[in-house]
């Protein structure tokens, strides 16, 4: 991300960004590309309002342009009651909220946003979520990276996962979880020393021919979850067969591939603290 925003040289290969390449023409990139970092760039003592006006100064808005500007933004994102309240007091969803609206005074062709929600609680995420998205449509491309992989399958429209620096695997979120390659089927049952017998009878239901790859148990949880091919067949089956042995179920439910799965079927489940799922 820092070569892509022109912090940081390249040691070798090439990057463009909005046609533009960030080694030879480091100006041209810098005047397409806002930036919002992992952590706030807001003048803790400015009130909401004055802090995109000084970003819009900065730029050569002019005193005008810049309110004007940042009056604008204010009220896409919700801001617009901001009033005279100090940046310090308000919370961290309203903080990131504020640091995306000054991000975008200059209209930017192209969006970086470095893991923009880490650290924030989920009422402050959903609130940077429904900010993102109402870009959609205002001709900016939003590049972000995050390790929320609930995050990249809200918000993105192509995912790319990086593993160790390099690039693994790419595609729309539903292009990335066919991978898998089938839905699965969670069953999770009442007494915790059955679990064995529901898995043995979850994987006859689902007709699995290696249920040593296909099905996979959580004792913690009470959980078997194993793939399916056929989803309502493969449910009715393991419905009928738990009743057959009477043995309760507190929930079962079919569902898709997650995107933690995927990244963990790619990645090898290695734990690396260099994978990360980058989204635009």
């Known amino acids: ?17 909005a046609g533009h390449d960030v080694l030879t023409q480091p100006r041209e990139v810098r005047a397409r590309i806002g930036l919002l970092g992992q952590h706030a760039a807001l003048d803790e003592d400015l009130d909401g309002r004055q802090n995109p006006e ?31 309240r100090p940046v310090r007091l308000c919370s961290g969803g309203m903080r990131r909220r504020l640091d995306l609206a000054a991000s975008l005074l200059v209209r930017p062709a192209v969006l970086v946003l470095d893991e923009p929600t880490t650290g924030l609680d989920p009422r402050s995420r959903t609130e940077v979520w429904q900010a993102v998205r109402s870009l959609t449509g205002t ?10 992989l609930e995050e990249a399958d809200q918000l993105a429209e192509r995912v790319t996962v990086i593993d160790r620096g390099r690039n693994i695997a790419e595609g729309t979120p539903d292009e990335l979880k066919s991978r898998l390659g089938a839905d699965r089927i969670d069953v999770v ?32 949880r009470r959980l078997v979850s194993a793939r399916v091919t056929d989803r309502m067949t493969a449910l009715t089956a393991t419905v009928r ?13 079919l569902r898709r591939p997650t995107l933690d799965e995927v990244f963990l079927r790619l990645t090898g489940g290695t734990g690396s603290d260099q994978q990360e799922a980058t989204t635009a």
């Open 1 to 17: 991300m820092r070569i892509f925003t022109t912090l940081l040289r390249p040691t070798g290969g090439r990057a463009e960004v």
């Open 54 to 84: 000084l970003f819009g100064r900065l730029n050569h808005l002019g005193r005008r342009g810049a309110a004007q500007r940042a009056a604008e933004l204010l009220e896409r994102f919700g801001l617009a009651g901001t009033g005279t």
């Open 139 to 148: 001709g900016t491309t939003v590049l972000l990276t995050t390790q929320y």
């Open 189 to 220: 049952v009442r007494d915790a020393a059955r679990l064995p017998e529901a898995a043995a009878l979850v994987a006859r239901a689902a007709g699995l021919a290696d249920p040593g790859t296909d099905l996979t148990t959580d004792p913690d």
């Open 241 to 253: 067969a738990l009743a057959d042995a009477g043995l309760d179920a507190e929930d079962t439910a």
